[in-house]
């Protein structure tokens, strides 16, 4: 296994900047303009990646009405068939090379998740940095070992997920010779409650699988994202689209170009604050040492005078002696006379 993964020229892992993937996901509403707004409004945000899905309604599902292909269980979706739903989410596959060509030119990756062995195909053609396997074909293994097969990085994103399961999937791409593997937390939930999503996940998901972690990200607002930076994320993956207003499967959890150009934003800020381990003071620190606390003489003090609680004291700011000697002058003799305000020194104390 590797630490890192390598996308494009972008080496994505620990001590590297955190690596940004805005999801067009089905917010493109079927407008191939709109689509392609979105991928320069990505960049425009600071963006690392821009994803799309590679499927069709017929290559994830059937057209069926029976109960099982209805969608139930509290969702922004319910009562759609999944046939309806991807009907109105897919991305129209002869858009796709277009889409990169787009990408390539503004110099953001472009990749893709694929959800059946004709999308992996249709993706290698087009020559894509990475694959990506949603959080629902974690456990379709066979597509896993296709997908691994094509020598690129693999994201896998792990909602509803198992440690075996998510165990399996790696072996699955391992055993295709692949150690290219990133594993991003995911909560399956459109839009998911902070409360479900455990993000304590994520440094244990490194520790147990030893591979590049993240977060893929269906809260709303970006706390969630900053919260996952600070625990060791390197990949952040944040649905986008041109206004939440915009009827849409996916608008509702989004977020807008003005808050994903803040999401990148702090999550550099956040990047940039965690540093690394250090006890000692910062550049920026050094000139703040004067105003610590030193002791100095806070009364007129003459030669041979004891040196007592009240002649002096532990003040701002630091030019006199450390204060944790102070038990050990007090009691002692002043070597010479020392007027109010004098920092102490062990000159003026008589031996």
Not at 120 to 134: E, G, I
Not at 196 to 208: G, S
Request: net charge positive.
């Amino acid at each position: 296994m590797t630490k890192y993964v390598k996308i494009n020229n972008r080496v994505v892992g620990p001590g590297q900047p955190v690596y940004v993937i805005a999801e067009l996901s089905a917010n493109h509403g079927q407008d191939f303009n709109k689509a392609a707004e979105l991928i320069k409004i990505a960049k425009d945000s600071g963006a690392d990646a821009v994803k799309i899905q590679t499927y069709t309604p017929d290559t994830i599902t059937i057209d069926c009405n029976k109960s099982f292909f209805k969608i139930k269980g509290k969702t922004i979706w319910d009562g759609r068939t999944l046939y309806d739903l991807y009907g109105e989410a897919y991305t129209p596959w002869e858009w796709q090379p277009k889409l990169k060509k787009i990408a390539d030119k503004l110099k953001i990756d472009l990749f893709s998740t694929p959800f059946d062995p004709s999308s992996v195909d249709f993706l290698k053609k087009m020559n894509v940095p990475a694959y990506k396997v949603a959080s629902f074909e974690l456990v379709d293994i066979p597509l896993i070992k296709k997908i691994a097969r094509q020598d690129k990085p693999v994201i896998i994103s792990t909602g509803m997920a198992t440690v075996s399961e998510i165990r399996d999937a790696v072996k699955a791409i391992l055993s295709q010779g692949n150690r290219q593997i990133a594993i991003l937390k995911c909560t399956s939930g459109y839009p998911a409650d902070p409360k479900d999503m455990n993000l304590l996940t994520i440094p244990d998901m490194r520790k147990k699988f030893g591979t590049v972690v993240g977060l893929s990200d269906h809260s709303l607002g970006i706390a969630a994202s900053i919260s996952a930076v600070s625990l060791g994320a390197s990949i952040i993956e944040k649905h986008i689209a041109i206004s939440r207003k915009e009827p849409g499967p996916d608008s509702a959890f989004s977020l807008e170009p003005d808050e994903f150009k803040d999401l990148v934003k702090e999550i550099r800020i956040a990047e940039a604050s965690l540093g690394k381990v250090k006890y000692r003071p910062s550049k920026s620190e050094e000139k703040m040492r004067i105003f610590r606390r030193s002791l100095f003489a806070v009364a007129n003090i003459k030669a041979g005078e004891k040196f007592t609680s009240t002649n002096i004291r532990s003040i701002r700011p630091g030019q006199g002696l450390h204060p944790k000697f102070i038990d050990e002058i007090i009691g002692k003799k002043a070597n010479s006379n020392i007027s109010r305000g004098t920092p102490l020194s062990w000159k003026l104390i008589r031996k």
